[in-house]
């Protein structure tokens, strides 16, 4: 491809709207272009690059035993209703009207689309198992689009679902799958960490994530460094300690004037953190939680939104907290009537805690459970940190951030009993087929790409996944052989079967090795007039900072024997 011909250009300043390294040389390099928010175009060097990964992709999807189908964007909303999802996925799900008044949806995952599909075609036990996926566009209606294809309402995903007649079935093709996923990222060029996550409104009892390290992922992962424990933080489960365990006391109110925080109480009082407890107000589905838990740990409000089986979770206003009969910073479960309470389970390991004393500038010590007070619901609602101890083995956990490429489900049989996706088994016993569902954004993933791989200078293309292999550079084309001779290597490197993107401008130097490093693609060959006073060309791989010279005759069979080596490494 000659860089005249191709469609999109390079920009020199920083795009004011982009906000991830990513969505600034995304932009910058020419290769998307934002229609609407969380809504963009792929031009031919982000398109070159997606479709590699769906290659790839395809092909451990196909080696994993996956066939490949196409299922409707369209969806009967319905069905989505049936399964509950409708209202779980709610204001995400991209809805319209046909002209029969008929309610559809713009399919966001296709597991209800899938399981009808399965209780059409699947009878037996002999039918199984089974893997089918898709690569396809899925819509999202996100709230706050973000990071340019990071976080988008269009995306391209692949998706593929599997079919067995138990448990033990599903253990195995989700290994499988978990296997291919590694396999995926390897052959991308990526560093994947595998972490415990949480279903989220997809479903399931058990999932993992895919996370690839970046500074600037929203995803915060803990993992244990002595006994390699990760989980995401929403999901992470952690030795809490425990607070003083003495005889309990006779309950005993403070006066606290001008005080309303734990750190500020902790102080006043001369008690650590952990022996206060915190009160921290809801609103879920539209109703009003107090939610109790130690007051040296904050609250994981996805924890607590399973723990609710809510939709929607959000805190509550000072107003709403106020309309409860509630004093914002002294308040306590102590005599609350008429509020649902749900505590974390961190104030049952320990005894005579300081809390607020349902009064201005008041608080009480020696408040013990259940002693003082009672709760819906006692659960683990606590966030994990880093510094905290590790449940497993009693190490301390470190983080790091890191942005979702991968997300695979073991989601049973609740959408088969459902929508009535059942087998004959080999005793003639009709069964629910068991089911696992596995995604990957392939925007995202290129996106996660350009996060873990650039510098100051612009991208740094992992060689698999690069628009192209080659950036033929000539300089100083008029008046000299430069451009004759460049004409001739880049037909030789063609006709190899390498992937050159040939910088055939009339510009300076200086323009064009700035864009060789914004566009990042992964081997420079330049040719000037003094590399030809050698005979030779300048070879630089994008990542390294040391070039070297290759001589002119044979260059088509040297470089691609570069290439074949670094692509073994």
């Not at 499988?176 to 396999?183: D, G, I, S, V, W």
């Not at 734990?262 to 952990?274: D, M, T, Y």
């Not at 879920?284 to 979770?313: M, T, W, Y």
């Not at 030779?536 to 069979?557: F, H, N, Q, T, Y």
Request: with cysteine; glycine share 8%; hydrophobic share 40%.
């Amino acid at each position: 491809m000659r860089l005249t011909k191709l469609f999109g250009k390079t920009q020199r300043e920083i795009p004011a709207e982009a906000d991830t390294i990513s969505h600034q040389l995304l932009l910058r390099t020419g290769m998307i272009s934002q229609l609407a928010a969380g809504v963009y175009s792929y031009l031919p060097l982000a398109w070159h690059s997606l479709k590699k990964i769906e290659n790839i992709i395809r092909d451990e999807m196909d080696k994993a035993g996956g066939q490949e189908i196409t299922m409707p964007v369209l969806q009967p909303i319905e069905l989505w209703e049936k399964t509950g999802r409708a209202q779980a996925f709610g204001p995400i799900l991209f809805k319209l009207v046909d002209r029969r008044e008929r309610t559809l949806v713009l399919g966001p995952t296709h597991e209800e689309v899938v399981t009808d599909l399965a209780a059409h075609f699947t009878q037996s036990y002999r039918d199984l198992p089974l893997m089918l996926y898709q690569i396809q566009t899925k819509f999202r209606d996100e709230p706050r689009p973000r990071g340019g294809l990071i976080r988008v309402r269009e995306f391209m995903m692949k998706d593929l679902y599997s079919f067995d007649i138990d448990e033990a079935g599903l253990d195995i093709s989700y290994q499988k799958m978990l296997q291919a996923y590694k396999n995926i990222y390897a052959r991308c060029g990526l560093t994947a960490l595998l972490v415990e996550a949480d279903s989220g409104a997809i479903g399931g009892k058990d999932s993992h994530e895919f996370i690839l390290p970046a500074e600037s992922g929203e995803d915060e992962v803990i993992y244990c460094h002595d006994c390699k424990y990760t989980a995401n933080a929403e999901k992470a489960q952690f030795n809490k300690g425990k607070a003083k365990n003495d005889k309990p006391l006779r309950i005993e109110e403070m006066a606290t004037p001008g005080i309303a925080t734990i750190e500020a109480v902790a102080n006043f009082l001369k008690v650590p953190q952990s022996q206060t407890i915190k009160a921290v107000f809801y609103i879920a589905d539209g109703k009003f939680v107090f939610v109790v838990i130690r007051g040296d740990l904050p609250v994981n409000e996805i924890k607590l939104k399973n723990a609710l089986h809510c939709q929607e979770l959000r805190m509550a206003t000072e107003a709403e907290i106020i309309d409860q009969r509630i004093v914002p910073g002294a308040a306590s479960p102590i005599g609350i009537k008429g509020v649902k309470v749900v505590a974390d389970d961190s104030i049952t390991s320990g005894t005579n805690f300081v809390a607020g004393g349902n009064k201005p500038d008041t608080h009480i010590k020696n408040v013990n459970y259940p002693r003082d007070f009672k709760a819906e619901l006692v659960t683990d609602i606590a966030l994990a940190r880093a510094s905290d101890t590790c449940a497993k083995c009693g190490g301390k956990f470190q983080s790091i951030h890191g942005i979702e490429v991968g997300h695979i489900f073991k989601l049973g049989s609740f959408l088969s009993q459902t929508l009535g996706a059942s087998f004959i088994d080999a005793d003639g016993v009709s069964k629910p087929i068991v089911m696992g569902s596995y995604g990957i954004g392939l925007g995202r993933l290129l996106a996660a790409a350009i996060e873990q791989n650039h510098d100051d200078k612009g991208i740094i293309w992992p060689l698999p996944i690069a628009p192209y292999q080659i950036y033929l550079c000539p300089l100083y084309r008029d008046g000299t052989k430069v451009g004759e001779i460049a004409e001739k290597i880049n037909g030789e490197l063609e006709v190899a079967g390498l992937e050159v993107l040939f910088d055939d401008r009339q510009e300076s130097p200086g323009v064009k090795f700035n864009d060789a490093d914004l566009l990042g693609i992964p081997l420079r060959v330049t040719i000037s007039p003094r590399t030809l006073e050698k005979k030779s060309v300048e070879v630089k791989w994008r990542m390294e900072k040391e070039s070297k010279l290759l001589p002119i005759e044979g260059i088509a069979s040297a470089i691609k024997q570069l290439i074949a080596e670094k692509s073994a490494k």
